[in-house]
């Protein structure tokens, strides 16, 4: 189970959950979202980035003058890619990541390899399971 409190009005440059990369393929279902401001209905906001971005992705960190003395610009899971640095990354190497609005009973499916970002609109609770985790239920091994 997971909650997340969301991100305010207008704010596309904080992410719930900023850019990292899951060795294992991941489910995540919304169970719940409050109302956004407007009154519309929460969702989740994902950009997934295929293996073969991920490279990409490192390159264009770099040449922003991003530090890499924190580690893996991925992994290191403190980069949010906001949307004037998406428009970026499409104008230099023409790649996009590929875009999902989750709403409440939806599931998403993040395979192993797959780099991805999540900015929640509202008050949000999801339920996610990983590979690893479903097999050791199964009694697996």
Same mark, same amino acid.
């Given at each position: @189970?997971?909650?997340?409190?969301?991100?305010?009005?207008?704010?596309?440059?904080?992410?719930? #959950?900023?850019?990292?990369?899951?060795? #294992?393929?991941?489910?995540?279902? @919304?169970? $719940? &979202?409050?109302?956004?401001?407007?009154?519309?209905?929460?969702? &989740?906001? $994902?950009?997934?980035?295929?293996?073969?971005?991920?490279?990409?992705? !490192?390159? *264009? *960190? +770099?040449?922003?003058?991003?530090?890499?003395?924190?580690?893996? *610009?991925?992994?290191? %899971?403190?980069?949010?890619? #906001?949307?004037?640095?998406?428009? !970026?990354?499409?104008?230099?190497?023409?790649?996009?990541? #590929?875009?999902? !609005? %989750? +709403?409440?009973?939806?599931?998403?499916?993040?395979?192993?390899? $797959? &780099?991805?970002?999540? +900015?929640? +609109?509202?008050?949000?609770?999801?339920?996610? *399971?990983?590979?690893?985790?479903?097999?050791?239920?199964?009694? $697996?091994?």
């Amino acid at each position: @189970m997971y909650n997340s409190k969301g991100c305010g009005p207008g704010d596309d440059y904080n992410g719930s #959950t900023k850019l990292h990369m899951d060795l #294992t393929d991941a489910v995540n279902i @919304m169970l $719940w &979202a409050g109302l956004c401001h407007d009154g519309s209905p929460g969702y &989740a906001l $994902w950009h997934l980035y295929p293996p073969g971005m991920a490279n990409i992705l !490192r390159l *264009f *960190f +770099r040449g922003e003058g991003f530090d890499e003395g924190a580690g893996d *610009f991925i992994h290191s %899971q403190r980069i949010y890619v #906001t949307p004037p640095m998406h428009e !970026r990354i499409y104008e230099k190497y023409c790649v996009k990541p #590929t875009v999902v !609005r %989750q +709403r409440p009973g939806e599931a998403v499916f993040i395979p192993a390899g $797959w &780099a991805h970002q999540v +900015r929640d +609109r509202h008050f949000i609770f999801f339920l996610f *399971f990983k590979k690893k985790s479903y097999i050791a239920s199964l009694g $697996w091994q």
